[in-house]
């Protein structure tokens, strides 16, 4: 079955373009010529029947001698294609195996390269064991070292347990003269603490006899605080009574006081309505004044105005009276 895009037409195509070239066109030429696209048998087909209809469309044309030379061809490039078929089979073959081999050595690298991982790992294991080995010796080393250090101390520490030793049987001897010294100075506190004590006993007795004269005078004592409470009581008493006098006293004098505020708010009251009586006298006197003044300009404009009046009149009167005497001839010679 012909592959997708493959065709007689394009067979054809390429086989003319083959014969112009002066080639032979062959099937692997035509294969080529169509980009290396399509089978082979399918290109065989196709060139078969191309030269099969080439073949009856010249056979009543060409003479003998070309028909024969055209059946020889025909023969020959039968004999190729069946030549070439063997080695088409052994090319496939050969790709199949290579593509096997192929196959091998993508999976021969892939082993070589996870033993190559191992090997990488095993190296980085054996460096690491070889730096903990480096390190266990250096420990090993610091460790002898300490140890012989705390060897010395120890010679140094046995050495000072010695001298700690000797220390200690000494200081157990001076110890024992202290004990001594001790002893000594207790018997000697004790005996002075016996005289101490019997020199306190005559201190007590001479104490004990001044507390009884003083209690005998503290007795007396009570009996003037006794006497002392009496006169405080009765003071207290008078202190009560004068107290509620002067309650009362202070109470009249409340009294008083709030009546002495009532009346200075009064005495305040008054003042501050006589200063508003005198400032509305002020203004009275004011506008009084200014009625007044008012009054003598009215008078005055009365006066003016009457003056006035006056000329006004006398004005009047001497134009009636020449409008008298004017029209007086005029009436004598109608007469």
């Known amino acids: 079955m012909a592959r997708g895009g493959i065709n007689k037409a394009v067979v054809q195509t390429a086989r003319l373009a083959i014969l112009a070239r002066g080639e032979n066109p062959s099937i692997d030429a035509v294969r080529i010529?169509?980009?290396?696209?399509?089978?082979?048998?399918?290109?065989?087909?196709?060139?078969?029947?191309?030269?099969?209809?080439?073949?009856?469309?010249?056979?009543?044309?060409?003479?003998?001698?070309?028909?024969?030379?055209?059946?020889?061809?025909?023969?020959?490039?039968?004999?190729?294609?069946?030549a070439q078929e063997p080695i088409d089979l052994a090319q496939a073959q050969f790709e199949q195996q290579k593509a096997a081999l192929l196959t091998q050595v993508q999976a021969l690298e892939e082993a070589h390269g996870q033993l190559k991982q191992q090997f990488d790992i095993q190296s980085a294991a054996l460096a690491e064991e070889s730096a903990a080995l480096q390190t266990a010796s250096t420990s090993l080393q610091t460790e002898q070292t300490r140890n012989a250090g705390l060897s010395q101390a120890c010679s140094d520490y046995e050495l000072r347990i010695n001298d700690k030793d000797e220390q200690i049987r000494s200081l157990e001897e001076k110890h024992l003269h202290a004990r001594d010294a001790l002893e000594h100075y207790r018997n000697a506190i004790k005996e002075q603490r016996e005289q101490e004590q019997r020199r306190h006993e005559g201190q007590l007795q001479q104490v004990q006899a001044e507390l009884r004269q003083a209690q005998q005078s503290a007795m007396v004592r009570q009996d003037e605080i006794t006497q002392l409470h009496r006169d405080n009581e009765r003071l207290l008493i008078e202190h009560r009574v004068t107290a509620k006098e002067l309650a009362a006293l202070q109470e009249q004098s409340?009294?008083?006081?709030?009546?002495?505020?009532?009346?200075?708010?009064?005495?305040?009251?008054?003042?501050?309505?006589?200063?508003?009586?005198?400032?509305?006298?002020?203004?009275?006197?004011?506008?009084s004044q200014s009625c007044q003044a008012a009054l003598v300009e009215h008078q005055r404009t009365n006066k003016a105005l009457e003056l006035d009046l006056i000329k006004a009149q006398a004005s009047i009167e001497a134009l009636r009276l020449a409008s008298v005497v004017a029209t007086a001839p005029e009436a004598t010679p109608q007469d």
Do not use: C, F, W
């Open 33 to 82: 010529e169509m980009g290396n696209t399509g089978s082979k048998t399918t290109i065989h087909r196709y060139l078969k029947e191309l030269d099969d209809s080439e073949s009856r469309a010249t056979i009543t044309e060409a003479p003998l001698d070309d028909e024969l030379g055209e059946l020889v061809s025909r023969l020959a490039q039968r004999l190729k294609e069946k």
């Open 254 to 287: 409340r009294k008083e006081q709030a009546q002495q505020t009532s009346l200075a708010e009064q005495v305040k009251q008054i003042d501050s309505e006589r200063t508003l009586a005198q400032e509305r006298l002020r203004v009275a006197v004011l506008e």
